[in-house]
């Protein structure tokens, strides 16, 4: 019971930190709320942050090729960030206090959703495929996906801004893939499978 009231308090105090600021102030609304389909050359990834655990820390994503990272955006609490990548296998990262990770193999013309959910073990985030097949405890239908999509907010980076963070923060995001990207490759088959995006989940 100590050991868990001590991780509290500290996720606690770190949130006060980093709560102020941070990279979502490198975000601004969209323009245009609504999630546009695919293009036909391109995959789409919609991330949706939900659950106002950890709402103070700053979540921010990832994709990783060969061993370089691309900054797709930070999103806070009630947020959503619209992506698209060439089709093919994957690596996503999303970063708070702890780094955690999710694969993926896209198809073109396909829009994927994930949901960005709070790690209390870590104070990360995972990001985790939501099914189109029912087969996952997140999945297109439920009730609440409907409401995830239409109740967060669709932001976008502000470049300038976003490149200028990024290459200030670059350093210290990569150190945390390297460690915990080995501490994903532990995982047991079944573990990595729920963090993989199928191509049969695009919509």
């Not at 999710?102 to 949901?115: Q, S």
């Not at 109740?151 to 801004?161: V, Y």
């Amino acid at each position: 019971m100590g050991n868990i009231l001590k991780k509290i308090a500290v996720l606690i105090a770190f949130s006060i930190l980093v709560g102020c600021g941070g990279s979502s102030a490198l975000m601004k609304p969209s323009a245009n709320q609504s999630i546009t389909p695919a293009s036909a050359k391109k995959a789409k990834i919609v991330f949706m942050r939900t659950s106002f655990v950890a709402g103070a820390i700053n979540a921010e994503l990832f994709e990783i090729a060969k061993g370089k990272m691309k900054f797709i955006g930070s999103i806070p609490y009630g947020s959503k960030v619209s992506y698209e990548t060439t089709p093919g296998k994957k690596v996503f990262m999303a970063h708070g206090l702890a780094a955690d990770f999710m694969t993926a193999d896209v198809r073109a013309g396909k829009t994927y959703y994930v949901i960005v959910r709070p790690n209390w073990g870590t104070g990360g985030f995972a990001p985790t495929p939501i099914r189109t097949d029912g087969t996952s405890e997140y999945h297109t239908g439920i009730p609440e996906f409907k409401e995830w999509v239409s109740g967060t907010e669709l932001m976008e980076p502000i470049p300038a801004d976003a490149k200028k963070w990024f290459a200030k923060e670059q350093k210290n995001v990569l150190e945390a893939y390297k460690e915990y990207w080995k501490r994903f490759q532990t995982k047991n088959p079944n573990e990595k499978a729920q963090r993989h995006l199928n191509p049969q989940d695009g919509m």
